[in-house]
């Protein structure tokens, strides 16, 4: 079968690898039709993330059941599912608190299309197939009436940059929100389509790049264009920041533009050993920082539903659109998002 494999460097081919089978009765094969580019993806095609090939690309995807294992009870051949990009069991006491990105049943990290994160080429959602482990557990059924490369981006992306602003606005209800973007480019996206829908009363975006102030704007959010490099003094004060920019710049500014007692999140990261912050600053001041991986496979469900009824449009953050085969050309376009799409699929 095809595999979309990123070789090293910027060099990113089709190889033909033999075809995922069942290796234990809770598994499933799932056909890939529909993949979203993460942030990260975009990374690693321009031989900028250090991680060593070869390796299978592409993790968030939508797609058909094609087979299942004899214990599989909640899912049959030919059910449309997403498929979230963290393997995780369900069932481990990691798993039972929520923490699905950190399964004890795997090894530490086990995804798709990044086996230099955690040694195990799980296979990439740019394949023709793609084995499922925990099939029952893992699996989420597509809604009905979507797109799937609406909800493809779901697996991942999707739902981390929606659920790190969600919540914090569960937690302080109606208050303004701080959008920093930058490399995390489709992450910021859906952070401002968050705080957007989920009541934040008033929606900043800051970014140096024309191409993404006008995206965040039609996403409904009130834009500052920065000077190139994010160096510059804030523009005020906000309870909840969100950093997608994951620069030393960008993170010094979202800690300067938190106000006493507020939310800085860090979201993506870059890829240095350390990142320096200013400690005195966050004491006297009282921030309150988060920087993780998503607990995708926990948060997707939650997610689903705000697609379902409306309340989330991850569409909307799609800046390209290219048949499934042409993802080795199409995978390092520096536009915000690409989908990669088969033929006859929405």
Same mark, same amino acid.
């Given at each position: 079968?095809?595999?979309?494999?990123?070789?090293?460097?910027?060099?990113?081919?089709?190889?033909?690898?033999?075809?995922?089978?069942?290796?234990?009765?809770?598994?499933?094969?799932?056909?890939?039709?529909?993949?979203?580019?993460?942030?990260?993806?975009?990374?690693?095609? &321009?031989?900028?993330?250090?991680?060593?090939?070869?390796? @299978?690309?592409?993790?968030?995807? =939508?797609? $058909? !059941? %094609?087979? #299942?294992?004899?214990?599989?009870?909640?899912?049959?051949?030919?059910?449309?599912?997403?498929?979230?990009?963290?393997?995780?069991?369900?069932?481990?006491?990691?798993?039972?608190?929520?923490?699905?990105?950190?399964?004890?049943?795997?090894?530490?990290?086990?995804?798709?299309?990044?086996?230099?994160?955690?040694?195990?080429?799980?296979?990439?959602?740019?394949?023709?197939?793609?084995?499922?482990?925990?099939?029952?557990?893992?699996?989420?059924?597509?809604?009905?009436?979507?797109?799937?490369?609406?909800?493809?981006?779901?697996?991942?992306?999707?739902?981390?940059?929606?659920?790190?602003?969600?919540?914090?606005?569960?937690?302080?209800?109606?208050?303004?929100?701080?959008?920093?973007?930058?490399? &995390?480019?489709?992450?910021?996206?859906?952070?401002?389509? @968050?705080?957007?829908?989920?009541? =934040?009363? $008033? !929606? %900043?975006? #800051?970014?140096?790049?024309?191409?993404?102030?006008?995206?965040?704007?039609?996403?409904?959010?009130?834009?500052?264009?920065?000077?190139?490099?994010?160096?510059?003094?804030?523009?005020?004060?906000?309870?909840?920041?969100?950093?997608?920019?994951?620069?030393?710049?960008?993170?010094?500014?979202?800690?300067?533009?938190?106000?006493?007692?507020?939310?800085?999140?860090?979201?993506?990261?870059?890829?240095?050993?350390?990142?320096?912050?200013?400690?005195?600053?966050?004491?006297?001041?009282?921030?309150?920082?988060?920087?993780?991986?998503?607990?995708?496979?926990?948060?997707?469900?939650?997610?689903?539903?705000?697609?379902?009824?409306?309340?989330?449009?991850?569409?909307?953050?799609?800046?390209?659109?290219?048949?499934?085969?042409?993802?080795?050309?199409?995978?390092?376009?520096?536009?915000?998002?690409?989908?990669? !799409?088969?033929?006859?699929?929405?």
């Amino acid at each position: 079968m095809r595999q979309l494999t990123y070789v090293g460097g910027t060099r990113i081919e089709w190889w033909d690898v033999p075809e995922p089978k069942l290796q234990d009765s809770r598994d499933a094969i799932v056909a890939p039709l529909a993949v979203t580019r993460c942030d990260l993806d975009l990374t690693i095609a &321009g031989g900028r993330s250090g991680l060593p090939g070869p390796f @299978a690309l592409g993790h968030e995807t =939508a797609g $058909r !059941v %094609v087979d #299942v294992g004899d214990a599989v009870r909640n899912f049959v051949p030919g059910d449309l599912v997403i498929v979230p990009f963290q393997i995780s069991c369900g069932e481990c006491a990691s798993c039972r608190r929520g923490h699905t990105n950190a399964c004890t049943s795997v090894p530490f990290r086990s995804s798709y299309g990044l086996k230099p994160v955690c040694g195990i080429e799980y296979g990439g959602a740019l394949s023709d197939l793609i084995r499922v482990p925990f099939a029952d557990h893992m699996l989420v059924r597509q809604p009905r009436g979507h797109a799937l490369s609406q909800t493809a981006g779901l697996a991942d992306g999707a739902t981390d940059g929606f659920s790190a602003v969600a919540n914090w606005l569960k937690q302080r209800p109606g208050e303004e929100v701080l959008v920093i973007g930058g490399s &995390g480019q489709s992450l910021s996206m859906f952070a401002v389509q @968050a705080a957007v829908s989920r009541g =934040a009363r $008033r !929606v %900043v975006y #800051v970014d140096d790049d024309p191409q993404r102030l006008a995206k965040a704007k039609s996403l409904g959010a009130e834009v500052h264009e920065a000077p190139k490099g994010l160096t510059m003094d804030p523009i005020g004060r906000f309870p909840i920041v969100i950093d997608a920019a994951a620069t030393d710049a960008s993170i010094q500014l979202a800690f300067h533009s938190a106000e006493p007692n507020g939310i800085c999140q860090r979201m993506y990261g870059d890829f240095t050993h350390t990142t320096p912050v200013p400690l005195r600053h966050m004491y006297g001041v009282g921030i309150t920082f988060r920087v993780s991986r998503v607990n995708v496979r926990a948060e997707l469900p939650e997610c689903v539903g705000h697609v379902e009824r409306g309340h989330f449009h991850p569409e909307r953050v799609i800046t390209r659109r290219v048949r499934f085969e042409d993802a080795h050309e199409a995978i390092g376009d520096p536009t915000i998002r690409v989908a990669f !799409v088969r033929d006859g699929v929405e």
